[in-house]
């Protein structure tokens, strides 16, 4: 395919002309190295820390910390929110009844949150996923129960003419046809929830890539939070494309007219 | 084995409590055993609100619908209904959505797959079985629809505009096929068409609907599709001077209504 070749080739060249720039900077010290480290001490800095770590821990301890976080956090809002998107998808009552709430607080940025989470729940490991998990819930619940609410109406009938009951309808077609909103909701979470990780691991860490940046920062070790937060976005670029496959994998139907 | 018994049925669409619109006034027919009962009118008489409320999707405002005694009360198995193109599940193969409905009945999968198979080559998608729905033509698609509709063993077979979207070469195929579906199988169908021609030829009973609000108008009793079945060509059959008169005939029947 020409077009993506094409594509291809000019997003790396924006790379890589941002990083000549950035290396250019800081040759010509443009800005003090306490600002705007060069790409090569970053670098460095990189490999030490992948040699020697940070703070006690490993690199991958930092990294399968946080994805531990995540992780677990997904997991504890997808089983809330698919459920509950189903149910207010289909039942006007309980949409009347949740919506509002879930309105009001999806806009409100989680660390504005974040304090009255520490006071309710301490400052352990289930603040940190809680607040990630509050993070994720709301997208998915939202495209969830926009997914239910989009079925065609002719897939319901033509499954109760084939003597459906209410609950093999939502198990064998609600579900299946709401599934690519729903990963959609996921995925969305997924980047809401990863940005989110920062913020959890404000709360007393010792561990994880959003606690590396903040000690990091504390010291002025510049390099080091720009390592950082490169390793950050890497992931969360990794776990897009993760979920985007997943996506052409279960649902090859989707997007193909029919 | 029974009979669809529809008698004096009004339907009513209610935008308000004060602005009501009849839909349907006082229908009334009967289908009975091996019937194929088709319903013809122009766009608005209520062709598809009739079907829906045989089908059990919505309620008549008067009247009744009885399936052998007993009333209709929401959708249900021994009803089928065939679709059109977009009421098939993209997540399963062809097969698969042939056997749903004896997978909601909980058969096993050996049992429902060998009947589903058997089904798909009576409607001609023999070697198709495992192809994606997105991967079939609308003709193709259509006779998928049916053969997920009939796999159950529906009493009635209820098609609303099962051929509306397929050109005219197609369509013809696909007439003929359903003709010869309800020979094989025997069941009782109520066919649901704007198309004058297809309406008279695969009729034993033809209902002739008049618009706003749809009433019948007249009942026809006709055997073009049994000439069919007895081994008669499509075109000579519809090339009949017969076939031709009847056609002129009803055609006139909705013009002159028109005018009115
Ligand atoms: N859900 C609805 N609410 C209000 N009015 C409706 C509704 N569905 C249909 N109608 C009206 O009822 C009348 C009959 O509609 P119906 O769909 O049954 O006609 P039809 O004969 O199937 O037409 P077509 O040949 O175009 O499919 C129309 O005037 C339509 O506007
Ligand atoms: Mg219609």
Redo the contacts with the bound molecule.
């Keep these: 395919m020409d077009i993506f070749k094409q594509k291809f080739w000019i997003s790396i060249t924006t790379v890589l002309a941002l990083i000549a720039l950035w290396a250019l900077a800081a040759y010509l010290a443009w800005v003090p190295p306490l600002y705007l480290p060069s790409p090569l001490s970053v670098l460095i800095k990189f490999n030490e820390l992948l040699n020697k770590g940070y703070m006690d821990a490993t690199l991958w301890q930092h990294l399968s910390a946080s994805l531990n976080r995540v992780g677990l956090a997904l997991i504890l809002a997808i089983s809330v929110a698919v459920p509950v998107g189903i149910a207010i998808g289909i039942n006007r009552v309980l949409h009347a009844a949740i919506d509002p709430l879930i309105e009001f607080y999806r806009p409100v940025p989680p660390l504005a949150y974040l304090p009255l989470i520490v006071i309710w729940f301490g400052i352990g490991e289930f603040s940190k996923v809680l607040l990630i998990a509050l993070a994720i819930f709301a997208p998915v619940v939202v495209s969830t129960a926009n997914g239910v609410r989009s079925v065609s109406a002719v897939r319901i009938r033509a499954a109760q003419s084939l003597g459906a009951t209410q609950y093999q309808i939502v198990r064998y077609v609600i579900l299946p046809s709401a599934l690519p909103d729903i990963l959609t909701g996921v995925r969305i979470g997924l980047g809401i929830g990863w940005s989110t990780l920062v913020a959890a691991e404000l709360i007393a860490a010792t561990q994880g890539l959003g606690f590396l940046i903040q000690s990091a920062s504390q010291f002025l070790v510049t390099d080091l939070v720009i390592a950082g937060i490169l390793l950050i976005a890497s992931v969360a670029y990794s776990l897009e494309i993760v979920l985007r496959c997943l996506q052409k994998k279960l649902v090859p139907w989707s997007g193909k007219s029919h | 084995m029974g009979t669809l018994k529809v008698s004096n049925i009004d ?1 009513v ?3 308000s409590k004060a602005n009501e ?1 009849v ?2 006034h006082n229908i009334s027919f009967e289908i009975g055993e091996g019937e194929f009962f088709v319903v013809v ?12 409320l045989v089908a059990g999707f919505q309620f008549p405002a008067k009247g009744r619908i009885e399936l052998d005694g007993v009333e209709v009360n929401g959708p249900s198995a021994e009803r089928g209904v065939v679709f059109q193109q977009d009421a098939l599940l993209p997540w399963l193969t062809v097969i698969q959505n042939v056997a749903f409905g004896l997978q909601l009945k909980g058969v096993d999968k050996q049992t429902r797959e060998f009947t589903a198979k058997n089904i798909l080559n009576l409607v001609g998608l023999k070697g198709f079985e495992a192809h994606h729905i997105w991967e079939l033509s609308g003709g193709m698609k259509q006779r998928v629809n049916l053969a997920r509709a009939i796999v159950v063993d529906p009493q009635l077979l209820l098609m ?2 099962p051929f509306g979207a397929l050109d005219a070469f197609t369509k013809e195929q696909m007439q003929v096929l359903v003709l010869k579906v309800w020979h094989e199988t025997g069941k009782q169908i109520l066919l ?1 068409t ?1 198309d004058i021609e297809e309406a008279i030829f695969m009729a034993t009973k033809l209902l002739l ?1 008049t ?2 609000p ?1 009433k019948v108008a007249q009942i026809l009793h006709l055997d073009f599709g049994k000439r069919l079945i007895a081994g008669e060509n499509v075109r000579q059959i519809k090339a009949d001077p017969q076939f031709i008169e009847i056609r002129e005939k009803v055609l006139e029947h909705f013009f002159s209504e028109q005018v009115i």
């Design positions: 339907a669409y209610a935008s619109k839909v349907l009118g122009p766009s608005g008489s209520g062709k598809t609100t009739l079907l829906n609303d505009e649901i704007h609907l618009s706003s749809g």
